[in-house]
């Protein structure tokens, strides 16, 4: 098991640019979630997904979009990159109340 | 409004002695709650787990308290050890609503040896 992956690790963008965060899962999970992190923050979640083709906002999901076409998938999309979009980007799956979490992406935005 | 709060950003502790942080919330609806433990360029991982039945759950060194009626929880870490250094985050959630989980901002953990 691989467990959760998130490509790329590292990315810059400038200002007005569009990217996606990958992340995969290979636990056969239906809850997954991308959340980022701040200096000095704690986690905070942008989408979550229950399960394929369904998806839903967390507490700052403005600037993102997302979509669960299968239950291994679940891409981030940012359309037009902003400095304050500069975070650790966290992609997880959960099972039981146990959430497993990705090694993370930096995205710098400048 | 952050419903999870950890008010110490850093604890140091020298090794072999106890460790404990803390952690607050405000929502009375959550009814499960986790420490998660993160090294730097890593993703968080579980560490140990408490429902709202229970006042207390231990795992080898490891033991979270949960207190209700002052929406307390900490987690006491004995005996510490130098590869205990790391961020400790608290979450909590309420089952069965989606599998939403609140963080606190996390505290930086150093064990001195």
């Known amino acids: 098991n691989a467990g959760v992956t998130q490509t790329p690790k590292f990315r810059i963008l400038k200002i007005g640019q569009s990217m996606t965060l990958q992340c995969t899962q290979d636990?056969?999970?239906?809850?997954m979630y991308w959340y980022r992190q701040d200096p000095g923050m704690g986690l905070k979640l942008i989408y979550y997904?229950?399960?394929?083709?369904?998806?839903d906002k967390g507490e700052v999901p403005n600037g993102y979009n997302v979509s669960r076409s299968t239950t291994e998938d679940f891409p981030l999309r940012l359309e037009l990159a902003a400095p304050s979009q500069t975070s650790v980007y966290f992609c997880?799956?959960?099972?039981?109340?146990?959430?497993?979490f990705g090694p993370g992406t930096r995205l710098t935005v400048l | 409004d952050q419903q999870v709060k950890q008010n110490s950003p850093s604890l140091s502790v020298q090794e072999g002695r106890i460790s404990i942080l803390n952690c607050d919330y405000t929502?009375?609806?959550?009814?499960?709650f986790l420490w998660y433990k993160k090294y730097p360029a890593e993703g968080p991982t579980f560490l140990i787990s408490?429902?709202?039945?229970?006042d207390k759950n231990e795992d080898g060194r490891f033991t979270v308290f949960l207190n209700k009626s002052a929406k307390h929880l900490s987690l006491h870490i004995v005996p510490s050890q130098p590869g205990d250094s790391a961020v400790y985050f608290c979450?909590?959630?309420?089952?069965?609503?989606?599998?939403?989980?609140?963080f606190g901002t996390g505290t930086s953990l150093t064990v001195i040896p």
């Open positions: 408490i429902s709202s039945i229970k």
């Open positions: 997904s229950v399960g394929a083709g369904i998806t």
């Open positions: 636990m056969n999970h239906n809850y």
């Open positions: 997880a799956s959960s099972i039981d109340n146990e959430q497993f």
């Open positions: 929502n009375s609806m959550f009814d499960y």
């Open positions: 979450a909590a959630s309420r089952v069965n609503t989606g599998n939403q989980f609140y």
